[in-house]
């Protein structure tokens, strides 16, 4: 038959005619499916191919101090952000942002970093830009596609450097951070705590985060920002209270910055009770320079600088505690029943005490005679403490001062505190020097004044200090809750623990601090001087008032300062201005840098008020322990 017959057109329009009926069903079956049983599925997706997600920072939770004056807060401020399809288009944007808004080298690099670890979300360009910046950037949008500017809670201090080591400072979460889950919850992009309260309490402080939407066309580029979808709300976080008086931390920095500018070093109040009242650390820093991102040549400034800014002295640097510990060696001797406050000593104080083949000095070469335990902790007698020390012996020095408390941390609710050096047993020495490359009995009569193996931070002198003005327990420091209610028993009698205050009032009213004593405030401390072997030794002061029912402690370390006396000042002011308040004058001395400003030593110089001739303190300068013993 031929093709071209009519019943064979005929054949073959049906069976067109039933394809294309086939296809049409077919086609009619996936447009249901897709746009009625799968509407939900493809509706999503079509959004998110058309939306993109604008984290919202949550802000964080307020820091008051004890009577609700503000640390830290939360000001307006302005995050710039780009979103661009792909690494080649950001670098070309960047390249006209750069005309507008400087940026380096180094802060591209970031920026790029950022944008490969989320590239769907707009890249953090500029955290803290200020108003004349966003209006620039705003002047030429129209050359800088995917711009998105966000108004964010920006951190904000308002004391600034008085408080920077207490509080800390806030910064983007790392790549590194995630990885570890240091902070749970922290997505890319977070805001967390990075020192201080602000570490320690992120997880309250932090909130969490909100989402708004902006609108991108096939390409990635961004077509709309407001209005786009419903954005979710942030949720700001928790308010926190702590023990702190920043009247009285302003007081500290104001005192230290004028009365003692570049001087390095630090200054802890508590409470008897272990709450924190004040800790400042100098020098400091701006934690207002930390948020939105610190600038690299900042950062490094911070870094290079030999001073060390960055580091908390109070919490994070150990010094020999020098005479302070004094008050250690006559409570192991009380609690002992090695001396009484009326005990003297065989060998009264020429200038120094012959033991074996070595001579130890006292920092008074003239001598201060025969004393009893109150006159030796009042003048700071090193030959009344060296025989003291030698009738406890080195291993009771070293199991008494473990359960005082001196091996360990304070336990003070901020990151980063360091253990103190103690050693728990004579075999500490053997091995770090070997069984005869030490002397039993130098490293006994260096214990016993506080030098030697034994190094402590400023917290917890003051905390053994805070077990002496109180019923002999040396409480748990704490800013805002204590991490346990463990306290060290001194295992001393009241009557004992009142011996010793009225021994620490002596040294104020009679001896190596008489040159800083208030007239109008009963005042209990104690003056040492730490060697240093990397120049001028350092000064300390461990005071507390009122002597008869203290009220606060007040611990304090001046690196360089030579003399625990040129710190007394300072100390005895601060207890003066808490307890007695504002307007009565104190201690009428201020401690100044010489003209050639490396923070080597430091002088008295007096104000315009008279004041009593200061006097020396206990400058010990005992050699090494011998190689072997008597």
Same mark, same amino acid.
């Given at each position: 038959?031929?093709?071209?017959?009519?019943?064979?057109?005929?054949?073959?329009?049906?069976?067109?005619?039933?394809?294309?009926?086939?296809?049409?069903?077919?086609?009619?079956?996936?447009?249901?499916?897709?746009?009625?049983?799968?509407?939900?599925?493809?509706?999503?997706?079509?959004?998110?191919?058309?939306?993109?997600?604008?984290? =919202?920072?949550?802000?964080?939770?307020?820091?008051?101090?004890?009577?609700?004056?503000?640390?830290?807060?939360?000001?307006?401020?302005?995050?710039?952000?780009?979103?661009? %399809?792909? &690494?080649?288009?950001?670098?070309?944007?960047?390249?006209?942002?750069?005309?507008?808004?400087?940026?380096?080298?180094?802060?591209?690099?970031?920026?790029?970093? $950022? #944008?490969? &670890?989320?590239? #769907?979300?707009?890249?953090?360009?500029?955290?803290?830009?200020?108003?004349?910046?966003?209006?620039?950037?705003?002047?030429?949008?129209?050359?800088? /596609?995917?711009?998105?500017?966000?108004?964010?809670?920006? $951190?904000?201090?308002?004391?600034?450097? @008085?408080?920077?080591?207490?509080? +800390?400072?806030?910064?983007?979460?790392?790549?590194?951070?995630?990885?570890?889950?240091?902070?749970?919850? @922290?997505?890319?992009?977070?805001?967390?705590?990075?020192?201080?309260?602000?570490?320690?309490?992120?997880?309250?402080?932090?909130?969490?985060?909100?989402?708004?939407?902006?609108?991108?066309?096939?390409?990635?580029?961004?077509?709309? *920002?407001?209005?786009?979808?419903?954005?979710? !709300?942030?949720?700001?976080?928790?308010?926190?209270?702590?023990?702190?008086?920043?009247?009285?931390?302003?007081?500290?920095?104001?005192?230290w910055q004028a009365a003692a500018p570049g001087v390095r070093g630090s200054m802890?109040? =508590?409470? /008897?009770?272990?709450?924190?009242? !004040?800790?400042?650390?100098?020098?400091?820093?701006?934690?207002?320079?930390?948020? +939105?991102?610190?600038?690299?040549?900042?950062?490094?400034?911070?870094?290079?600088?030999?001073?060390?800014?960055?580091?908390?002295?109070?919490?994070?640097?150990?010094?020999?505690?020098?005479? /302070?510990?004094?008050?250690?060696?006559?409570?192991?001797? =009380?609690?002992?029943?090695?001396?009484?406050?009326?005990?003297?000593?065989?060998?009264?104080?020429?200038?120094?005490?012959?033991?074996?083949?070595?001579?130890?000095?006292?920092?008074?070469?003239?001598?201060?005679?025969?004393?009893?335990?109150?006159?030796?902790?009042?003048?700071?007698?090193?030959?009344?403490?060296?025989?003291?020390?030698?009738?406890?012996?080195?291993?009771?020095?070293?199991?008494?001062?473990?359960?005082? +408390?001196?091996?360990?941390?304070?336990?003070?609710?901020?990151?980063?505190?360091?253990?103190?050096?103690? %050693?728990?047993?004579?075999?500490?020495?053997?091995r770090k020097y070997g069984p005869r490359g030490w002397s039993k009995w130098g490293?006994?009569?260096?214990?016993?004044?506080?030098?030697?193996?034994?190094?402590?931070?400023?917290?917890?002198?003051?905390?053994?200090?805070?077990? =002496?003005?109180?019923?002999?327990?040396?409480?748990?420091?704490?800013?805002?809750?204590?991490?346990?209610?463990?306290?060290?028993?001194?295992?001393?009698?009241?009557?004992?623990?009142?011996?010793?205050?009225?021994?620490?009032?002596?040294?104020?009213?009679?001896?190596?601090?008489?040159?800083?004593r208030s007239i109008d405030l009963s005042i209990a401390g104690k003056t040492g001087?730490?060697?240093?072997?990397? +120049? *001028?030794?350092?000064?300390?002061?461990?005071?507390?008032? %009122?002597?008869?029912?203290?009220?606060?402690?007040?611990?304090?370390?001046?690196?360089? !300062?030579?003399?625990?006396?040129?710190?007394?000042?300072?100390?005895?002011?601060?207890?003066?201005? #808490?307890?007695?308040?504002?307007?009565?004058?104190?201690?009428?001395?201020?401690?100044?840098?010489?003209?050639?400003?490396?923070?080597?030593?430091?002088?008295?110089?007096?104000?315009?008020?008279?004041?009593?001739?200061?006097?020396?303190?206990?400058?010990?300068?005992?050699?090494?322990?011998? /190689?072997?013993?008597?």
């Open positions: 038959m031929n093709e071209f017959h009519s019943y064979r057109r005929a054949e073959r329009a049906g069976i067109a005619r039933w394809f294309f009926v086939a296809t049409f069903l077919v086609l009619v079956v996936a447009f249901f499916r897709t746009q009625v049983v799968q509407h939900e599925r493809f509706r999503v997706r079509a959004e998110k191919n058309r939306l993109r997600i604008v984290p =919202l920072v949550a802000p964080r939770g307020i820091i008051y101090d004890r009577n609700g004056l503000i640390i830290a807060e939360n000001v307006p401020g302005y995050a710039i952000k780009l979103l661009a %399809p792909s &690494q080649d288009s950001l670098h070309a944007v960047l390249a006209r942002f750069r005309e507008v808004v400087p940026l380096d080298t180094s802060e591209v690099g970031g920026i790029m970093s $950022r #944008y490969r &670890q989320a590239p #769907y979300q707009p890249v953090l360009v500029v955290g803290n830009g200020t108003f004349e910046m966003v209006s620039r950037l705003e002047e030429h949008r129209a050359v800088l /596609p995917g711009l998105v500017i966000q108004s964010e809670p920006r $951190r904000y201090y308002p004391d600034g450097p @008085a408080v920077a080591h207490l509080v +800390g400072y806030v910064g983007e979460v790392s790549e590194r951070d995630l990885e570890s889950d240091r902070f749970p919850g @922290a997505q890319l992009g977070t805001v967390v705590g990075r020192a201080g309260l602000e570490q320690e309490y992120d997880k309250e402080l932090r909130g969490r985060p909100g989402v708004h939407y902006v609108e991108v066309n096939a390409r990635g580029r961004l077509v709309r *920002e407001e209005n786009v979808a419903p954005a979710l !709300a942030a949720i700001p976080g928790e308010a926190i209270r702590t023990t702190i008086d920043l009247t009285l931390q302003r007081y500290i920095d104001s005192l802890v109040a =508590l409470t /008897p009770t272990g709450e924190v009242l !004040a800790l400042y650390s100098a020098p400091g820093y701006d934690p207002n320079a930390f948020v +939105g991102g610190i600038s690299t040549e900042e950062w490094r400034r911070l870094n290079d600088d030999p001073a060390r800014p960055l580091l908390d002295r109070a919490i994070q640097t150990r010094y020999p505690p020098a005479s /302070p510990f004094k008050l250690a060696t006559a409570a192991m001797a =009380l609690k002992r029943g090695i001396a009484t406050f009326t005990t003297h000593m065989p060998e009264p104080c020429r200038g120094g005490l012959q033991v074996g083949n070595r001579y130890f000095r006292c920092w008074k070469p003239e001598g201060h005679g025969s004393l009893d335990l109150e006159g030796a902790i009042a003048k700071s007698c090193d030959v009344y403490f060296y025989q003291l020390g030698l009738r406890i012996g080195l291993d009771a020095i070293l199991s008494d001062g473990v359960l005082m +408390g001196f091996r360990e941390r304070s336990g003070i609710d901020l990151e980063n505190e360091i253990a103190p050096i103690y %050693p728990s047993n004579a075999a500490y020495f053997d490293a006994t009569l260096n214990f016993s004044i506080g030098q030697g193996e034994n190094t402590q931070n400023v917290i917890n002198m003051t905390r053994f200090y805070a077990a =002496l003005a109180s019923g002999g327990e040396a409480p748990t420091p704490y800013i805002v809750r204590p991490r346990s209610d463990q306290v060290r028993d001194l295992g001393l009698t009241p009557e004992q623990l009142m011996g010793l205050r009225t021994a620490l009032i002596a040294v104020v009213e009679r001896g190596t601090a008489a040159a800083s001087t730490a060697q240093n072997s990397h +120049g *001028e030794d350092h000064g300390w002061y461990v005071g507390f008032a %009122p002597a008869e029912k203290p009220q606060i402690i007040v611990g304090s370390i001046m690196e360089f !300062a030579e003399h625990g006396s040129n710190v007394a000042p300072f100390v005895n002011r601060v207890l003066h201005r #808490y307890v007695a308040g504002p307007g009565i004058p104190a201690a009428p001395s201020v401690i100044a840098l010489p003209a050639d400003s490396a923070p080597r030593s430091m002088q008295i110089v007096p104000d315009s008020t008279p004041q009593v001739d200061p006097v020396a303190d206990d400058t010990v300068l005992p050699p090494p322990p011998a /190689p072997s013993g008597p």
